[in-house]
């Protein structure tokens, strides 16, 4: 690799991948794209999500609500039309995988079904500093249930002077916790460090110390390698706007392991999109759970925010993960290698905190006596990375539509800024 224009143009014409960025729509900043690394907190727009939303929209108009029925895509099942290509996207079947809601809600909804606290068992296991909402989530039902904070979360941090969590010692924590423990439940991608925790082992060593084991998949979904069903995993949910590019405050993800689902007698909490489809409409008054995670589904399904992400997942089908993954391990090297490159010409002032083996495609950088004055002229300069307090810069390359060429920009723009 070499920290030059000429190489990173050599690479986007290799790239096979290279004529997806064709189809996203780019912020503009003085007169040309800016160079956006926030696909994990908010993907771009799919070109195509206009017309997806306006088939919905005209269909509205033509049909009112026969659209459920009689629009081109009827929208009475408009979920299903989701489901296949997101279970690939997790590593799930089908009958696994339903779209609804928002990630904190499906947290809480599927806590509902999978964190069932007993006298003796009660204790939930995450990462440390894990995502606020999920911090909320946790401590709430903890609370709900009648227990201690301080005595029922166990939180694995990194340790003194580290950024990384080491799984040795979350899975020594389940060792220990092993006769109280009722869940795990972790960010499989730490959105924080961009840490990728090895999902299977953990999985593993839950379900042998008892528990039930859960991921966040925030910053998982449309990034890296998932095997959900083979993984053994219980149950899973994820938004869809970040990697996923279904625009802000979509209809996020959810998954229930296939083993879960003939169990009707789960405790849940139950809305009329969760019954037997074939006798929902007939009104009755018992609720007749479906044998799929779209069991789980509360309410119909918000149409426009389903087209938006639709649109996106029809791009993923055709590009596939495998695919994905690969750019994305070269662009995750090429940007650690070009920012080693300039810290190494400027008193070794960035870190990189993110491991080299287990991560996606976000590179978190930690910028020493410089922080957020560095982020915001970042900013000034056409490029949009993100800042996470204390101290951290996360960029993150997403194959689907950025450019090598857009790494050495990067890497032009923050040399000049130090
Ligand atoms: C982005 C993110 C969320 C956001 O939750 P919403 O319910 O979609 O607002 C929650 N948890 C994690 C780990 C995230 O990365």
């Known amino acids: 690799m070499k920290n030059t224009l000429e190489f990173a143009k050599q690479a986007d014409n290799n790239d096979k991948l290279k004529s997806y960025r064709q189809k996203f729509l780019f912020p503009q900043h003085a007169g040309r794209e800016v160079v956006y690394f926030t696909g994990n907190s908010l993907g771009l727009q799919p070109k195509t999500t206009q017309q997806y939303i306006q088939q919905e929209l005209d269909d509205w108009a033509k049909?009112?609500?026969?659209?459920?029925?009689?629009?081109k895509n009827a929208w009475l099942p408009y979920h299903e039309f989701l489901t296949e290509k997101m279970a690939k996207i997790v590593g799930a079947l089908p009958e696994e995988t339903v779209m609804m809601n928002q990630l904190t809600v499906n947290l809480h909804l599927l806590m509902v079904s999978f964190y069932r606290p007993t006298k003796q068992r009660y204790k939930i296991l995450c990462e440390a500093k894990a995502f606020p909402s999920d911090q909320y989530a946790l401590q709430s039902q903890i609370k709900f249930h009648g227990f201690e904070i301080e005595d029922a979360l166990i939180e694995v941090a990194p340790r003194e002077g580290e950024y990384i969590i080491r799984e040795e010692d979350i899975f020594s924590a389940i060792e220990k916790n092993k006769d109280s423990l009722a869940l795990v439940m972790i960010g499989g991608v730490n959105y924080f460090s961009g840490q990728v925790f090895d999902m299977k082992a953990i999985t593993e060593a839950g379900h042998k110390a008892g528990a039930i084991v859960g991921f966040d998949l925030a910053h998982g979904a449309g990034n890296i390698n998932l095997e959900l069903h083979n993984w053994?995993?219980?149950?899973?949910a994820w938004c869809s706007y970040k990697y996923l590019n279904a625009g802000p405050g979509s209809v996020a993800g959810a998954f229930v392991h296939q083993k879960h689902l003939s169990n009707t007698d789960l405790p849940m909490f139950a809305g009329w999109w969760g019954h037997d489809k074939q006798t929902r409409f007939l009104m009755g008054s018992t609720f007749v759970p479906m044998k799929t995670a779209e069991r789980w589904q509360l309410s119909n399904a918000p149409i426009f925010s389903m087209a938006a992400c639709r649109a996106s997942l029809d791009i993923?089908?055709?590009?596939g993960m495998n695919a994905l993954i690969e750019k994305s391990k070269q662009m995750s090297a090429y940007?650690?290698?070009v920012v080693e490159d300039i810290s190494k010409q400027k008193n070794n002032c960035l870190q990189i905190i993110t491991p080299k083996q287990n991560r996606g495609c976000q590179i978190s950088i930690v910028a020493h006596g410089h922080g957020k004055p560095l982020f915001n002229k970042l900013m000034e300069n056409g490029v949009i990375p993100d800042w996470r307090e204390p101290n951290v810069i996360r960029c993150a390359p997403v194959p689907l539509y950025n450019s090598f060429e857009d790494i050495y920009r990067f890497g032009e723009i923050l040399k000049g800024l130090l």
């Open 335 to 337: 940007l650690e290698f």
């Open 232 to 236: 053994n995993v219980d149950f899973a």
């Open 63 to 71: 049909h009112g609500v026969e659209g459920h029925f009689h629009a």
């Open 316 to 319: 993923f089908d055709e590009v």
